[in-house]
């Protein structure tokens, strides 16, 4: 997708927290989200400021050098050296690596010691002057499948874990163990390992955490002290002390150790997928399933702050819209089964509401599930005054797939929390749904199926009687990839592709008050987003251009040469998103300038969007 600048007033990638780093003096942290990295000011109330936008890929990691220095390792091979102070940040050094499609670093602050491991399994030291020292080679190799400390590193494979010193001559002894399978049918690998100073843990699949202590005189052969609560893997943090912390698809943060009970804090939102430990192992920070962070003190396993970062979860296509009593939100997919209402410019998430009542923690982990259980995926919504209407898709076990329509009420008191109604199974077909966007006494929905392009008017006949449809009988659309709200006249859009065929893809604008189509534009290529701008201009975005439709004079009013995904909010911000790969922009816009911002994109130079 091509973006020009003069549309761009922010940049938010919904991408997921790949890695956090926490600073010596813990007040501040660094965290890789994307192509960017932030710098979290650590505190009752969490802060935190952009430092850093790479260019080139996404960022794999960011370490603490030093307190004012922060090394951002890039998936390109591309290490930035940034000096940050309480006000601002600035890039010093860029260097390029002969290495390539990294996907994992480590760093030993000893020393400032960088360790990198690319995609084909090779772990390699780079040096002060870039150049690399291969260390080993192990296929299928993970970031969790190596730990790396000032003197030695573990490797895990299969049942086994390796023990290997950097320096032969350093009194450390190279050893490894071997799980014992427990059957031929049930089998347990390791599959994280962690290593501090004279400690390693190592979890298994089956969620059994393996402590060895004294391994740099005694190696893998004092024995080891298992530590067994959670159901699958989880993953880990270890202090100097030998402390273990681990969390997983639980939702439950754990503190063990080789003497005295656990500790336990729990109640979290949603799974756990990564556990950070500070350098002196007084603060820790997790990081759920659904891109919140959470800052946690280690002596009393108690929360000290959170904040999050927009994730997406699913296509921008099935749910990127507005709310008309959630003001400057957009509404996004959040975890599995779950809704996020984002702000887009402080690029947080203001609320999750879970809309699958089947969902739960064993459910949501998006890293094991076995082969008994199944899932609903939330696949479109429709948001009104009063309600919201979700279609789901339940994942079986022969992978069929059954969708249903859900209505709910939303509450007035606060509008993100809601009320089941009705529960409709419609088959296993696609479909789509749409609502009204303003306040009214009887709301409908609009739900087309995407396969026969058939469409459905629901309405409500009282809270004991549930919801009925009525057939719009004179609509044969064809395999509908897009649909609008409906607006204040009563029209509703649905964008048509026809399998690709020359002037085939057409936009169908129907008038639900009278149950048909009233018009039929035709697009020269697939039509990708429709938005109504008022109550009869139509904006249509297709893979060639995009253009706006005066519904009331049947007429073209403009037209650009240049594709876009569009959304245009309820208070008229529009948003280009880009569906692929979860980046939207946002420019601040009335409908009055929008043509003449995108009669002047042309003209401008264009950035693209990689």
């Known amino acids: 997708m091509v973006v020009g600048d003069d549309l761009v007033d922010k940049l938010v990638e919904c991408a997921p927290i790949r890695h956090v780093d926490i600073c010596e003096t813990n007040r501040t942290a660094t965290i890789s989200v994307g192509r960017k990295c932030y710098l979290l000011l650590v505190g009752e109330e969490l802060q935190r400021r952009e430092i850093y936008t790479s260019m080139t890929s996404h960022l794999i990691a960011s370490f603490f050098a030093n307190p004012n220095k922060i090394l951002c390792i890039c998936h390109s091979g591309e290490v930035v050296e940034i000096a940050i102070n309480e006000d601002s940040s600035e890039v010093v050094a860029s260097t390029r690596l002969p290495v390539k499609n990294i996907v994992c670093a480590y760093f030993i602050p000893e020393g400032e010691k960088l360790f990198m491991l690319d995609e084909i399994g090779q772990l390699m030291r780079v040096h002060s002057d870039c150049t690399t020292q291969l260390i080993c080679t192990q296929q299928f190799a993970t970031v969790d499948s190596f730990a790396i400390t000032d003197s030695y590193y573990v490797l895990i494979r299969g049942y086994n874990i390796k023990m290997v010193p950097f320096d032969e001559s350093s009194g450390i002894n190279e050893d490894s ?22 400690f390693i843990a190592a979890a298994v699949q089956d969620g059994r955490v393996l402590i060895w202590s004294d391994v740099r005189s005694k190696g893998f052969r004092s024995g080891y002290h298992c530590f067994a609560w959670h159901q699958t893997t989880p993953f880990l943090a270890l202090s100097p002390f030998g402390n273990v912390f681990t969390a997983g698809i639980e939702a439950v943060l754990c503190r063990c150790s080789k003497m005295g009970k656990p500790s336990f804090l729990p109640r979290l939102s949603c799974p756990v997928k990564l556990v950070t430990l500070s350098p002196d192992s007084s603060h820790i920070i997790c990081v759920l399933e659904d891109n919140s962070l959470h800052v946690v003190l280690a002596s009393t396993l108690s929360r000290l702050s959170s904040t999050s970062f927009i994730r997406l979860m699913g296509p921008f296509r099935s749910v990127f819209m507005s709310d008309p009593r959630v003001p400057n939100s957009v509404v996004i997919p959040g975890r599995v089964g779950a809704i996020a209402w984002t702000n887009p410019l402080a690029e947080t998430i203001s609320h999750t509401t879970s809309i699958s009542l089947e969902n739960n923690a064993m459910m949501t982990s998006s890293d094991y599930f076995t082969v008994a259980e199944a899932r609903h995926e939330l696949t479109n919504i429709a948001i009104s005054w009063n309600h919201i209407a979700t279609i789901e898709v339940l994942v079986g076990l022969k992978n069929d797939y059954i969708h249903r329509l859900r209505f709910w009420f939303r509450q007035k008191e606060n509008p993100c929390e809601l009320k089941l109604l009705d529960t409709v199974e419609l088959g296993e077909d696609e479909y789509e749904v749409a609502g009204y966007t303003m306040e009214r006494v009887n709301e409908n929905f609009i739900v087309c199926n995407k396969n026969t392009g058939a469409m459905q008017l629901w309405h409500e006949n009282g809270e004991k009687s549930g919801w009925s449809y009525e057939a719009i009988h004179e609509t044969k659309l064809m395999h509908v990839d897009c649909v609008s709200t409906i607006n204040v ?11 690709n065929f020359h002037n085939a893809n057409c936009v169908s604008i129907v008038n639900t008050e009278e149950r048909r189509v009233i018009s039929a534009i035709p697009c020269e290529a697939i039509v990708l ?50 569906e692929n790969q979860g980046i939207f922009k946002r420019k601040n816009l009335t409908i009055r300038i929008l043509k003449n911002l995108f009669l002047n994109l042309v003209r401008k130079d264009l950035v693209s969007i990689l």
């Open 177 to 198: 163990f071997s799980l014992k399978p427990k059957s031929l049918e049930h089998t347990n690998h390791f599959m994280r390992v962690v290593a501090r100073d004279d």
């Open 529 to 578: 987003s429709v938005a109504w701008a008022d109550s009869h201009l139509l904006l249509i975005s297709t893979a060639i251009n995009v253009f706006c439709w005066d519904s009331k004079e049947k007429m073209l009013r403009w037209s650009v040469a240049e594709s876009f995904n569009l959304h245009l909010s309820l208070d008229h911000r529009c948003f280009v998103y880009s």
């Open 489 to 499: 006249a009563h029209l509703f859009a649905a964008g048509q592709n026809f399998n």
